[in-house]
């Protein structure tokens, strides 16, 4: 099974967009702009009510049937809301933000297969927007600059607390998507392109999920993270950044970004079923089904759906589930554990790939990596991974056992200029006068202004 996926690639030609218009290509625009709203709409309401259900409360039950008119009504509240915005703000930076991040997440889906080629208005097209010998990097590139909003929305705030939240949100995102452009070097090494039509035609007999299951892996926790989920909504952290770049927006301004969180996990989702479940074909024990018939037109659209929400359930069941983890733990996760797994697993399939095609010239080398690849590739995988992963825990542990200077027994809660609390089993120091000298200066201040 692996073997056939290092066997030289077939010239897999791109989507046929030969017979697609100008106009017609404004269609499918539209109808990803409508797809992808009607998804938001649905997918608010079911983290909801899936979220409920698993904390025994009903969730969302009154407007409308079963509560569906509910994300519908909250949206209509935030266009009626006041908007205000900090008054040492940067107006049109502050506008421009949330513009450039809910932007961003729409054109990243207009590289995604959604189907095979269909009848449209009398013209054979594939159910695709547009596709690029590599589109993947450009839904990649996509990604990339949408930091800048995050990154600009903490800046034009004018306060501390939203630009300490877009660095460390920027930060963030940049670390995994190191670790996620590197999970996917193996499905391009393996189908030989980088257009997204082109991958999902590589997996007609085999899905990736299988011959890459590392790669799986290491997308489905850099996508959490580059998301902004829990347990990785960092982004969000209350009780260290208030809320996070964010915190100074309201209105449709906040609700761009809350829509486009929402519309990025169907983007990191969309890719992850075009790079790794076969995209829009059906699953092999129903392609089997006549000839083929449920594979083709637009069922590809119902499969592909399906998929996507199956992600969709996971981000849901991983809100409900698991916690908050601490910063510096989750950046070391990424830098000391997944951006070395997946550069050491990349190596692999390099080898292997190069192996199967007989490079290395000697024809014991290609009989070993040739016909014993599905066993030797599974120890050889086992062992990098199993070694990597002992690694990433000593370092773990070696940073963890650093022995800090314990925190003095007394402490001056006005010694930093303004007041802080003691931690557990510390005392306050009593000040020498009546009045700290903070306070005496504040209240000095004060008595000045009144005259």
């Known amino acids: 099974m692996i073997t056939s996926m290092l066997v030289p690639a077939i010239e897999r030609p791109l989507a046929d967009f030969s017979d697609t218009p100008l106009w017609l290509s404004l269609v499918k625009a539209l109808f990803i702009f ?73 054109v990243a889906f ?50 501390t607390y939203p630009l300490l939240g877009g660095l460390r949100s920027s ?36 899905w990736f999920i299988v011959s890459a299951i590392p790669s799986f892996l290491v997308y489905l926790v850099t996508m959490v993270g580059e998301t902004n989920r829990l347990p990785f909504d960092l982004a969000e952290g209350e009780g260290e950044i208030v809320g996070g770049f964010h915190t100074e927006y309201g209105s449709m301004r906040f609700a761009m970004f809350f829509l486009a969180e929402y519309i990025n996990m169907f983007s990191v989702s969309a890719l992850a079923t075009t790079m790794f479940l076969g995209g829009w074909q059906a699953p092999p ?52 554990l997944l951006i070395p797994l997946t550069l050491a697993w990349v190596v692999l399939v390099a080898f292997m790939r190069a192996a199967a095609l007989g490079w290395f010239g000697g024809s014991a080398v290609v009989t070993i990596m040739g016909r014993g690849l599905s ?55 009593e000040p020498e006068r009546g009045i700290p000298a903070v306070a005496a200066s504040t209240l000095t201040a004060k008595e000045e202004s009144r005259g």
Not at 124 to 152: E, N
Not at 286 to 305: C, E, V
Request: glycine share 10%; hydrophobic share 50%.
């Open 285 to 336: 024990f129903i392609s089997a089904i006549g000839d083929g018939y449920f594979s083709t037109g637009w069922w590809g659209l119902l499969w592909f759906t399906l998929k996507v929400w199956s992600f969709m359930f996971f981000f849901v069941w991983l809100r409900g589930s698991l916690p908050r983890v601490r910063y510096d733990q989750f950046m070391r996760l990424g830098w000391k």
């Open 110 to 159: 207009g590289i995604m297969p959604l189907g095979g080629e269909v009848w449209m208005f009398g013209h054979r097209t594939p159910l695709q927007l547009t596709d690029a010998p590599v589109a993947v990097l450009l839904v990649l590139a996509v990604a990339s600059v949408g930091v800048y909003g995050i990154l600009l929305a903490g800046w034009s705030s004018g306060s």
């Open 34 to 106: 409508v797809y992808l709203l009607i998804s938001t709409l649905l997918v608010i309401w079911f983290e909801r009510r899936v979220i409920g259900r698993m904390q025994q409360r009903p969730g969302p039950n009154r407007n409308g049937p079963f509560g569906l008119l509910q994300t519908l009504a909250d949206g209509m509240k935030s266009m009626f809301k006041e908007d205000n915005a900090p008054a040492a703000a940067d107006k049109f930076i502050f506008t421009l933000a949330p513009l450039i991040v809910a932007t961003m997440c729409f």
């Open 171 to 206: 930060a963030q995102v940049i670390s995994y998507e190191i670790a996620m452009g590197l999970s996917l070097v193996a499905v391009f090494i393996m189908s030989g392109s980088m257009s997204t039509s082109a991958i999902v035609d590589a997996q007609r007999s085999t």
């Open 375 to 429: 066993t030797a590739s599974l120890i050889l995988i086992g062992a990098v991974l199993v070694a990597l992963f002992v690694l990433g825990v000593l370092l773990d542990r070696g940073s963890a056992t650093t022995t800090t200077p314990p925190p003095p027994d007394e402490i001056d809660p006005f010694a930093g200029g303004f007041p802080v609390p003691p931690l557990p089993g510390q005392t306050l120091r």
